[in-house]
């Protein structure tokens, strides 16, 4: 089995367009060893540049990814797209609807798509787009999106997984408001108003700056909002513009090596946390949690149980 590992490993770093569909769903599925993959193609990590691309389901992330993808593909560079759906019940290849909106990017070979869908399960699923990133990233893929709706702690996730974020909104208030509570305006290294054909994108542009400058005393990075109509590509070279401009930042001022540190240490102390508490919870501790419930709750309270059922485990309930 793990030699099979290594080999498709080494067939990733190749890029090869099959081993590198082959490895996303071993990731995915969370298949025996797959892990040994990611040990294999960790050293090829680091070179792609990450751009999160978020926002409320409609607002035309799809279509500035794809107007994104091409400036990158003039300038020859090998574009990956994870699209990232907690809303779908879908998952595995590129989906439907990404396909199709994602047009002619999806016969260009130098541009590798892949949708994921949650499962169930959406605490993993930005751990897994970050895997599945990073296969792309070993396979030579120079420039990475993740298109993530914005419906909740997901894109806040994805957004510590990106090196630069876009969320996005449409000249109809409201959004604003909900970014607010839901975080989206902490992400955010630039803004942007999609659908500017629309009445009301000044109006937003105008509401967002001041909600962003309510808070710039102490950033050192100031977020731009820029003005899109994403579908006719107006707006789309300034979005580039900003996103070199950010990335420059980020490289100069050293945070993208802390932030990426920060990225490491996380999953580092995450999957340690993961690995305790499968180990912890044992048959043994199972039961006696449930004995607990079942006879003791009264007398005994949590933090008491917890100390025992983690010191002294023996005879506790
Ligand atoms: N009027 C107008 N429509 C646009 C603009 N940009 C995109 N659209 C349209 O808006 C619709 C949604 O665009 P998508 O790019 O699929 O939006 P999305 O945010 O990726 O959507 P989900 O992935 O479903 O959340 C499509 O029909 C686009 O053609 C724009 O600037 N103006
Ligand atoms: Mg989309």
Redesign the pocket.
């Known amino acids: 089995m793990i030699k099979e590992e290594k080999k498709l490993a080494e067939q990733v770093i190749r890029g090869n367009r099959l081993a590198i569909a082959r490895a996303m769903t071993l990731i995915e599925n969370e298949k025996k060893d797959y892990t040994y993959l990611l040990d294999i193609i960790h050293s090829k990590i680091g070179r792609a540049y990450r751009l999160g691309i978020t ?1 409320p ?8 990814t794809n107007k994104i993808a091409k400036i990158l593909r003039q300038q020859e560079l090998l574009v990956g797209i994870v699209a990232v ?1 907690p809303t779908s019940p879908f998952t595995g290849g590129a989906l439907l ?2 396909r199709i ?1 994602m047009g002619d990017l999806t016969l260009d070979k130098g541009v590798y798509i892949r949708s994921m869908a949650t499962r169930g399960k959406s605490g993993g699923l930005a751990r897994k787009a970050t895997e599945v990133a990073d296969v792309l990233d070993a396979a030579g893929y120079d420039f990475i999106i993740y ?1 993530t ?1 914005g419906v909740g702690q997901i894109e806040l996730d994805i957004a510590d997984a990106a090196d630069s974020t876009i969320v996005m909104f449409v000249p109809e208030g409201g959004d604003i408001i909900q970014g607010l509570k839901s975080g989206l305006m902490e992400i955010g290294d630039i803004f942007i108003v ?5 009445p009301g994108a000044d109006r937003m542009e105008k509401d967002l700056d001041y909600v962003l400058h309510l808070r710039e005393a102490t950033r050192i990075w100031n977020p731009k909002v820029l003005k ?5 590509g107006h707006g789309v070279s300034e979005v580039w513009q900003e996103i070199q401009t950010h990335k420059n930042y980020m490289i100069k001022e050293h945070v993208l090596e802390k932030k990426r540190e920060m990225r490491l240490r996380i999953r580092i102390k995450t999957l340690i946390q993961e690995n305790l508490d499968a180990q912890f919870w044992n048959k043994e501790r199972e039961t006696l949690l449930k004995n607990y419930l079942k006879n003791k709750k009264k007398i005994l309270s949590p933090y008491k149980l917890a100390n025992q059922m983690m010191y002294e485990l023996k005879g506790c309930v």
Do not use: C, Q
């Not at 389901?57 to 500035?64: A, D, E, H, M, Y």
């Not at 999609?194 to 629309?198: F, G, L, M, P, Q």
């Not at 899109?228 to 006719?232: E, F, P, R």
């Open positions: 926002g389901p409609g607002v035309g992330k799809s279509t500035l759906d609807g990404d909106r298109e709706v999609n659908k500017a054909d629309r899109t109509i994403a579908y006719k």
